[in-house]
């Protein structure tokens, strides 16, 4: 069973950092894929990053770019999104997601139960 | 970027009717079309993935069609536990792109 948990969420203060991590379980990690999703309260879904599997390839939301650098550690089954210069409209609950396809065999992605950011002062 | 418009914002509906929501990209993104629910306070839940494919333990009352633009997902025999917000999600390119939401509500 795919099993997704995201931790590190809390309050930080505009133009401050946090680190969120995603511990993955289930499924060959390093086989995937792996994005971070946000949900600002009362909004909808917003994609923020996405990772290769070998890490090689990252990409970005426009707005998030040059302020979040995702990551991750296959040794460790993690994946990360490291989040500097944080603005209020950064406050979401943050979600891990595993990507659709490996080796030509594709799912829906599976979600974790999310972590909140709030950034305020 | 591609746009993902969703159609309509919200709808209400009876006890075992059919609904239809209607998910249109900016652009051709082949099948690449995926459709989530999401209840309120849960993370979202995989429906459809490859616009018509059916997630693995989702009832077969969800349905997905459409290519390149334009896409449906149906909802038969509604029922009390489909109130839900439902989304799609373009992932052919970079940034991946999701629809504005469909609330769904039993009447």
């Known amino acids: 069973e795919v099993q997704l948990l995201e931790s590190g969420g809390g309050l930080v203060q505009p133009g401050g950092s946090l680190r969120l991590a995603c511990a993955a379980s289930g499924f060959t990690f390093s086989s995937y894929v792996m994005h971070w999703v946000r949900q600002a309260p009362g909004k909808g879904l917003e994609w923020v990053s996405g990772i290769s599997g070998s890490a090689d390839k990252t990409y970005y939301a426009d707005s998030v770019k040059g302020r979040f650098t995702i990551s991750r550690d296959n040794s460790k089954n993690a994946l990360y999104l490291q989040m500097s210069s944080l603005r209020a409209d950064d406050t979401a609950v943050y979600y891990c997601a595993k990507g659709y396809c490996s080796g030509g065999v594709c799912r829906g992605p599976d979600w974790g139960p999310g972590t909140l950011v709030t950034v305020s002062s | 970027d591609i746009q993902m418009t969703q159609s309509p914002s919200s709808l209400s509906a009876s006890v075992g009717d059919r609904v239809t929501i209607t998910c249109r990209a900016s652009q051709g993104i082949s099948n690449y079309l995926a459709w989530f629910q999401q209840k309120p306070g849960k993370a979202p839940k995989s429906l459809i993935y490859?616009?018509?494919s059916l997630q693995s333990g989702v009832p077969s009352k969800f349905s997905g069609s459409g290519s390149g633009t334009d896409f449906t997902l149906s909802i038969s025999s509604l029922q009390p536990e489909d109130s839900a917000t439902y989304y799609c999600?373009?992932?052919?390119?970079?940034?991946?792109?999701f629809g504005g939401g469909t609330k769904v509500e039993i009447k």
């Open positions: 490859a616009a018509s």
């Open positions: 999600q373009q992932y052919n390119n970079y940034p991946l792109t």
